[in-house]
């Protein structure tokens, strides 16, 4: 076991800690693959009555996946790190969100991408004041991934379709709004929470414990969410967006206009195919998993880490200039994978 994921059994919890906040306590594989281990163990194990994941440090509880590895791999002309990350990641999502005991989640800070992904598909996600939680996949030239695109399609009205197209961040009050979160409680209040949660293994504690959330700065806009970002396609957004003089509007619509086109137009059609009655983890994994996989050498994802986390210009050469994106474009980057199509089932070597 690494010293940057903490992963134990206390009392009647299975705990799981990540431990690298001078990296916004990012996601490694190797940390990926060793929570997926615990969390097969576990589920049978009579002793452990529920699991708790946190994080040490008070910035974040997990910023995302640790890309300098891909970027690195990739831009020599291999795909497969990556590739090979995210069948892992994904498939340890998957197993979190059938995990068959009670999940309690401590959410601070940053939780992003790959974050959302291990912090917001348990059943008992606790915010605190520093809450910011958000999918900014488009920002780096994907699409919203680790489950993110069923969480987007389970939001409220249309909340799905702009929180994954404008990478907007949210606080506690908004989490709780859009479903990423569960419950508010401080953070000072954590450690006896915690400490209840590990003696008495007993999840009703957190529902005891929880206070109202903070308003949501969304909730006033909803009927305006909802009237902008009902489209069909990227482009009938964006032309909304253009055609609103509202503050809220030129907000979303400077937002967009950082974000790969290729990525926002993939993600909003991902977005509505999970919003059916039938859609669950295993399907919207399989698709987000469709487009990462061609990312590497057909999309915008290493212009998106080149420009935002290596030169750190921010002024990333996406392949479309920002507008609509063809049908036949998104099709080819959401079309099935074949032989080489996600794999969740299986355990962690």
């Not at 509880?61 to 590739?83: E, K």
């Not at 995990?99 to 992003?112: C, E, I, S």
Request: proline content about 5%; charged content about 20%.
């Amino acid at each position: 076991m690494t010293r940057e994921v903490h992963i134990r059994v206390e009392g009647h919890a299975g705990r799981i800690t990540l431990d690298r906040p001078a990296a916004l306590n990012a996601l490694s594989h190797s940390i990926v693959r060793e929570i997926d281990a615990a969390l097969q163990a576990w589920a049978a194990e009579d002793t452990v009555r529920l699991l708790i994941i946190d994080a040490t440090g008070e910035k974040a509880f997990c910023a995302g996946g640790d890309l300098q590895d891909i970027y690195a791999s990739g831009t020599a002309g291999d795909g497969a790190p990556a590739r090979a990350f995210w069948q892992d990641e994904y498939r340890m999502v998957a197993r979190l969100y059938r995990f068959p005991k009670p999940v309690v989640t401590f959410l601070q800070g940053f939780t992003l991408g790959g974050g959302v992904g291990l912090g917001c598909h348990g059943s008992h996600r606790i915010v605190g004041h520093t809450a910011q939680i958000a999918l900014p996949e488009v920002s780096i030239g994907l699409m919203p991934d680790v489950g993110g695109t069923l969480l987007l399609a389970r939001a409220p009205g249309r909340l799905g379709e702009f929180l994954g197209m404008t990478a907007t961040r949210m606080g506690p009050g908004c989490a709780v709004l859009a479903g990423f979160a569960d419950y508010y409680l401080p953070e000072a209040a954590w450690p006896a929470l915690t400490a209840e949660l590990v003696t008495t293994g007993d999840w009703e504690a957190v529902d005891r414990a929880a206070l109202p959330a903070p308003q949501s700065p969304l909730a006033a806009e909803r009927s305006r969410i909802d009237d902008l970002f009902g489209g069909e396609r990227l482009g009938d957004i964006l032309r909304a967006l253009e055609h609103d003089d509202s503050p809220f509007a030129g907000t979303a619509l400077a937002r967009m206009s950082r974000n790969a086109p290729l990525a926002m137009a993939c993600a909003l059609v991902a977005v509505h195919r999970m919003q059916g009655p039938t859609a669950e983890i295993e399907q919207a994994l399989d698709l987000e998993y469709r487009y990462s996989y061609r990312a590497i050498e057909q999309g915008d994802f290493l212009e998106g880490i080149r420009a935002l986390i290596i030169d750190k210009d921010r002024a990333p050469a996406w392949t479309h200039p920002f507008g609509d994106v063809a049908l036949h474009e998104i099709s080819g980057m959401l079309m099935p994978l074949r032989g080489a199509a996600l794999q969740l089932d299986g355990d962690t070597e």
